[in-house]
């Protein structure tokens, strides 16, 4: 079966399970041709770009839009801006549909990216079609939305269908597992993370934060805590080194196998509420704080969760001090979660294979008959 990879690459949390998926993928026989990610004011991370074996696209692509300080998501402006794009985003249709020609793809696996979700509404190609996100695990019956905010909500699920246009299965990604049934053709699947080792533990706080104006916010929890060392990952346009605006306070650019480093060794994590970093501290048994960027409703969904499960500490800023204060009484051991992310392998080559299987039989009947 030869499969696309379509990528959001709104924060790290996609391109993170692109790669593991790949990963997975590549002990069985279905080839990755190629891999498409959306095109924005965001750079494609090189670390993403060098992780391929295979032709990498980038169309255009819709992001929030965001305050002067580019911190908070402004989703009337999203809306109104991005209307007015169409066009555009067309085009990019056209050449997502050219690309999987090309390539002679059999099925396309979309990590959350609005294109992909567009082009399978409007060109209904015969392809087969799989959606990845944390976003449809909503559709669980025990999911427990905000109470405030109902439009937000209303938006949310929408975009979860434009996201999910024409897919075969939708792939729940979960912080555990459950045998409960989600609506429709939509599955419980364990996150896609690479399971690692803790190392010994330092005394630093890791952060790390989508939107690069929260530096200032961490910029003046730091001065509460000046003795403490604070390591933080941010994604700033045209900034490729480390930055140090206090003592004890480093911001670093994006790269995957420093991140991980720096995140085996913390003795916490706070960062803005996204699914698949929190995964990957939790995996290593580590004291989580989440912080929602204002004005994105699925990362207030993602911080509620953690609350209500009680895995991780939900703050409304980055209260570095408050977070400490966790930290001291918090002993985190997440054996369940664990013995879930390590049944990832299993469960996604079976599933691909399995579709693979599927689609075999479905083509030697068709010309049979």
């Known amino acids: ?132 996100s944390h976003s449809y695990f909503c559709e669980h019956p ?53 399971p690692d080792e803790p190392k010994e533990k330092n005394n630093f706080l890791l952060a790390y934060i989508v939107n690069d104006g929260y530096a200032k916010e961490i910029i003046t929890a730091h001065q509460k805590i000046p003795e403490q060392t604070v390591h933080c990952f941010w994604d700033r346009k045209d900034c490729d080194e480390i930055i140090s605006p206090r003592p004890n306070l480093f911001f670093h650019p994006l790269n995957r196998k420093k991140f991980l480093e720096y995140l085996r060794t913390c003795k916490g994590y706070i960062t803005s509420a996204g699914f698949e970093s929190v995964c990957e501290a939790l995996y290593l048994n580590k004291p989580v704080g989440v912080v929602p960027t204002a004005g994105q409703y699925e990362q207030l969904c993602n911080a509620a969760e953690v609350e209500k499960l009680g895995i991780g500490l939900h703050l409304n800023s980055f209260d570095l001090s408050g977070f400490l204060a966790f930290i001291e009484k918090s002993s985190a051991r997440n054996n369940e979660f664990q013995k879930w992310v390590k049944k990832a392998e299993s469960f996604y080559q079976i599933f691909f294979t399995q579709k693979k299987q599927k689609q075999l039989y479905s083509l030697a009947k068709s010309t049979h008959v």
């Not at 949390?13 to 004011?41: F, P, W």
């Not at 109902?150 to 024409?166: A, D, E, T």
């Open 1 to 132: 079966m030869r499969v696309a990879f379509v990528v959001q690459i709104e924060g790290r949390g996609h391109m993170t399970q692109a790669l593991r998926l790949a990963n997975i993928l590549s002990q069985t026989d279905i080839s990755i041709e190629c891999v498409v990610t959306g095109k924005n004011e965001r750079k494609v991370p090189a670390y993403f770009r060098e992780s391929w074996n295979c032709p990498i696209y980038a169309i255009e692509s819709p992001t929030f839009v965001k305050d002067s300080e580019n911190r908070e998501v402004k989703l009337f402006s999203s809306l109104c801006f991005h209307a007015l794009r169409i066009p555009r985003y067309l085009q990019s249709c056209r050449q997502l549909h050219s690309i999987l020609k090309r390539h002679r793809i059999d099925a396309v696996v979309n990590f959350h990216e609005f294109i992909s979700g567009l082009y399978h509404f409007i060109y209904r190609p015969s392809h087969l079609s799989f959606a990845v």
């Open 142 to 194: 025990g999911f427990q939305f905000p109470k405030k905010n109902r439009i937000n909500r209303w938006l949310f699920r929408m975009n979860n269908k434009i996201m999910s246009q024409g897919t075969d299965t939708k792939l729940a990604l979960s912080f555990f597992e459950t045998d409960e049934k989600l609506s429709g053709h939509s599955i419980v699947a364990p996150p896609l993370i690479f």
